[in-house]
């Protein structure tokens, strides 16, 4: 389904019946990421999947899309069909976007899961690396895509997942430079959340792959015990989705 927003078309998909369920995609990616695990999820949900601005069929608003920008994006579409509140689950980039909707809409959220993703800004040498990948997208976005979605698996993996590899690479060929760039700079200057996600009275879970080499575990799993978040180890790096498939399925499966 598409909407307008901000004067630009977004995509979402609704399916299923019962407590409302969003599933938000991360970096490079978008809500086909979430296929598998639809059939599923929507026998006891309203499943909910929407295009983050600038991926998949969701055009971009501008030169920055923040993570406040995308939290109205997904209230918006909540609103469009007549959903209250819904439970969000957040990979990687999904998850920043998630707490910003938990903080700017805390009677719409019923709860979180961060998904390979942490409530943690950008620490200062990795806002140095998101201007130099900006200037690297700017010039050989095919050499950025290649290298950043295969350094997205743990190493042991990367030969054993070498036709999603290929896909997701595909898939973020398609992407526009404007909104792969828009997504780096809204995450470079994204708020630290520690304190909200500590604070948050609902329903917070933190899963982490053990051998993430975007996300390091130890820094993780420490952030989870002291926002008191529910936390799960999956073995495996920063695609839980695809490393941890069954996992990850059995697990979305049981969210209220």
Known sequence: ???????????FTK?????????LHGFLENSSMWDFF???LEKNNTVITIDLLGHGQSESVGYIHTMELMAEQVKTVLEQEQIE?????GHSLGGYVALAFAERYPENCNGIVLLNSTPKEDSPERKINRDRTVALVKKHKEAFLSMAITNLFAEENREKFVTAIQEMKQTAMEMPVQGIIAALEGMKIRKDRTLLLKKFSKPKIIIAGTKDPIMPFDEVKN???YCKCNFYALDGGHMSTIENRIEMLNFMYFIE
Request: proline share 3%.
């Open 85 to 89: 509140s819904a439970f969000l689950i």
């Open 223 to 225: 952030l989870a015990i």
């Open 38 to 40: 639809l059939p599923k």
């Open 1 to 11: 389904m598409h909407l307008n927003f901000k004067e630009s078309n977004i995509f």
């Open 15 to 23: 399916q299923g019946k019962g407590s409302a369920l969003v599933l």
